[in-house]
């Protein structure tokens, strides 16, 4: 499963996203925003096998890669995965820093759901982000994602803010779109 927007490849991991990705783990504020401290190389690796693919193999869908389509380099991920493993989904993506404030966050994202909605048939997607985190709260807010409540996620030490769309309140754009398994570009 592969998406594809006008600037970014939406795929699986593979063996070599992990340095990469290690390089954006080991920056503390890449990871202040999704709740740790830098990763070693192992613990990315760890993260890739027993977060990232469990969900692949447990749900059908998970986090995909983010790949630059011009350049070929790989700026983080982004996808959706399951809440706790409750029957919840979250809209998740962590890009390296000097990724951010170029719109990837958003045409990732804006990917994602589409995905969710259209492919998934999902009723409704979060978004959960820590309440300070000013720039993800504004890329929600694009996608038309609405606070919904505060409370805990994983292991943060302080409730988060949970925002959502739902099937019924969400709305297809006119932005570059297509799934690896289409002939043509959805519009």
């Known amino acids: 499963m592969m998406l594809e927007t006008s600037r970014l490849l939406l795929r699986k991991f ?8 290690a390089e954006i783990f080991s920056d503390p504020e890449v990871m202040k925003h999704i709740g740790g401290k830098p990763r070693t190389l192992k613990q990315t690796c760890d993260y890739i096998v027993w977060v990232i693919m469990k969900d692949w193999i447990e749900h059908g869908f998970g986090w995909w890669a983010v790949e630059h389509k011009e350049t070929g380099k790989m700026l983080g991920y982004c996808g959706l995965r399951h809440i706790d493993d409750a029957p919840d989904v979250d809209l998740g993506y962590c890009l390296a820093r000097e990724c951010w404030g170029r719109g990837y966050a958003t045409e990732g994202a804006r990917a994602s759901l589409r995905y969710g909605f259209e492919e998934l048939q999902l009723e409704q997607i979060y978004g959960v982000i820590a309440p300070d985190n000013t720039a993800s ?5 694009k996608l038309g994602m609405r606070y919904r409540k505060a409370a805990p996620y994983c292991d943060w030490a302080h409730d988060l803010a949970y925002y959502a769309v739902t099937r019924d309140e969400y709305r297809s754009d006119v932005s570059f779109y297509k799934s690896a398994g289409s002939l043509t570009p959805v519009r």
Do not use: G, I, N, T
């Open 137 to 141: 709260l504004r890329v929600l807010e």
């Open 14 to 21: 593979e063996p070599r996203d992990l340095a990469p990705l």
